[in-house]
């Protein structure tokens, strides 16, 4: 059974800095796409970020690119997403998501419909 626990979340004064922690378990990690997307209240889910654990290649949104950094670790089965110069518009809860890496062969890494395995969510908040 694929699993994924967040952690790491929590309040911040805006221009602060979280490190926030996936531990995967369930499948091969090698195999998989693993990223973090976040809701703000009140607004659609969105993608921030992913790695291809394979390869180490990463993607990240507009609005973070810069900011947040992700990076795994295979040996203990970890993803790291770093968030630096956090803004109150970072609010939200953040999700870490996985899917096969053949889903993402094609098309948007960061399209939600291709993510199939969903953490249950860390909340992140920042204060301005």
């Known amino acids: 059974e694929v699993q994924l626990v967040e952690s790491g979340g929590g309040l911040v004064q805006a221009g602060g800095s979280l490190k926030l922690s996936c531990a995967a378990s369930?499948?091969?990690?090698?195999?998989?796409?693993i990223g973090w997307f976040r809701q703000a209240p009140g607004k659609e889910r969105e993608g921030v970020s992913c790695?291809?654990?394979?390869?180490?290649?990463?993607y990240y949104a507009d609005s973070v690119k810069g900011r947040f950094t992700i990076s795994s670790d295979a040996a203990k089965n970890m993803v790291y997403l770093q968030l630096n110069n956090l803004k109150p518009e970072d609010t939200g809860v953040y999700y870490c998501?996985?899917?096969?890496?053949?889903?993402?062969?094609?098309?948007?890494?960061?399209?939600?419909?291709?993510?199939?395995?969903w953490g249950q969510g860390t909340h992140v908040t920042v204060s301005s």
């Open positions: 998501v996985a899917a096969e890496q053949w889903r993402l062969d094609y098309g948007f890494p960061l399209d939600l419909r291709d993510y199939n395995y």
């Open positions: 369930g499948f091969t990690f090698g195999s998989f796409t």
């Open positions: 790695i291809r654990t394979s390869d180490g290649g990463t």
